[in-house]
C-alpha cells in the first residue's frame, strides 16, 4: 500500500494539528496502522497505533493529549494532536502492518514544529 502524509507544519506550544495519512493500491481496512516520529539526532519512535478492530496504542508521553482514528470510507488515518510540546516536534511518519508481521509500508514523513 501506498502512503501520504500530510498536515504537518509550525505551531506554537499548546497549539494543535491534525496529521492524514492516505492510503491507495489496496484497501486497510484489515491492516494497523500507526504513526511513529523522528526528531533530529535521535531515533524513530513509535506514536500511536491503530488495529482494525479500533483498538488504540499510545506512547505514555501522547496520552490524553493524541488520538488516532481512521476513516475506513476515505481510506485514511488521522492523528489529532492536541497540546502540542517543544517536544513533539519532529518528522511524523505513518506506517501499514498489513497482516500483524510489523510495519511494511511507510509513507514519506511530514515535519511538526511546535516553537516555545
Known amino acids: 500500500v501506498q502512503l501520504q502524509a500530510s498536515g504537518g507544519g509550525l505551531v506554537q506550544a499548546g497549539g494543535s494539528l491534525r496529521l492524514s495519512c492516505a492510503a491507495s493500491?489496496?484497501?486497510?481496512?484489515?491492516?494497523?496502522m500507526g504513526w511513529f516520529r523522528q526528531a533530529p539526532g535521535k531515533e524513530r519512535e513509535f506514536v500511536a497505533a491503530?488495529?482494525?478492530?479500533?483498538?488504540?496504542y499510545y506512547r505514555d508521553s501522547v496520552k490524553g493529549r493524541f488520538t488516532i482514528s481512521k476513516d475506513n470510507a476515505k481510506n485514511t488515518v488521522y492523528l489529532q494532536m492536541n497540546s502540542l510540546k517543544p517536544e513533539d516536534t519532529a518528522v511524523y511518519y505513518c506506517?501499514?502492518?498489513?497482516?500483524?508481521?510489523?510495519?511494511?509500508?511507510w509513507g514519506q514523513g511530514t515535519q511538526v514544529t511546535v516553537s516555545s
Open positions: 506506517a501499514a502492518d498489513p497482516n500483524g508481521t510489523g510495519y511494511r509500508d
Open positions: 493500491g489496496r484497501t486497510f481496512t484489515n491492516y494497523k
Open positions: 491503530i488495529t482494525r478492530s479500533t483498538s488504540t
